[in-house]
C-alpha cells in the first residue's frame, strides 16, 4: 500500500542544487504536517525539515538557509529544495507525514553530493 513516493534525488556536486518530490495520498495528507527526514550511513535518521497546512516551517540548524521545504494543498505534493549541497548532506531523503497520530514513511531517495 504506497501512501509516500519520493523522486528526484540523484549524485551532485558541491554547490550544485536538487529538487525532492513527494506525492502523498489525500487521507494522510490533508491538514496534516508533512515534511522530509534523511539517513546517512551508519547513522540515525534525522529531521531535516517540517511544514504544517497553514505553512509554516521547521528547518534544521545544519540545513537552514539552504534547504526551502514547501508543499501544494491542491496536489498532495511536498517539495524540497536542496541548495548549496555538501558531501555531508549525502543520505537517503525519506518522506513523512503525520496523521492520526500515526507517522507514515516514503521508500526514500538517495541525495550523493561528491566531486
Known amino acids: 500500500q504506497v501512501q509516500l513516493v519520493e523522486s528526484g534525488g540523484g549524485l551532485v556536486q558541491p554547490g550544485g542544487s536538487l529538487k525532492l518530490a513527494c506525492a502523498a495520498e489525500?487521507?494522510?495528507?490533508?491538514?496534516?504536517?508533512v515534511g522530509w527526514y534523511r539517513q546517512a550511513p551508519g547513522k540515525q535518521r534525522e529531521l531535516v525539515a517540517v511544514i504544517t497546512i497553514g505553512g509554516w516551517t521547521t528547518l534544521a540548524d545544519s540545513v537552514k538557509g539552504r534547504f526551502t521545504i514547501s508543499r501544494d494543498n491542491a496536489k498532495n505534493m511536498v517539495y524540497l529544495q536542496l541548495d548549496s549541497l555538501k558531501p555531508e548532506d549525502t543520505a537517503v531523503y525519506f518522506c513523512w507525514a503525520r496523521s492520526n497520530e500515526n507517522d507514515y514513511w516514503g521508500q526514500g531517495t538517495q541525495v550523493t553530493v561528491s566531486s
Open positions: 489525500q487521507t494522510i495528507f490533508e491538514n496534516n504536517p
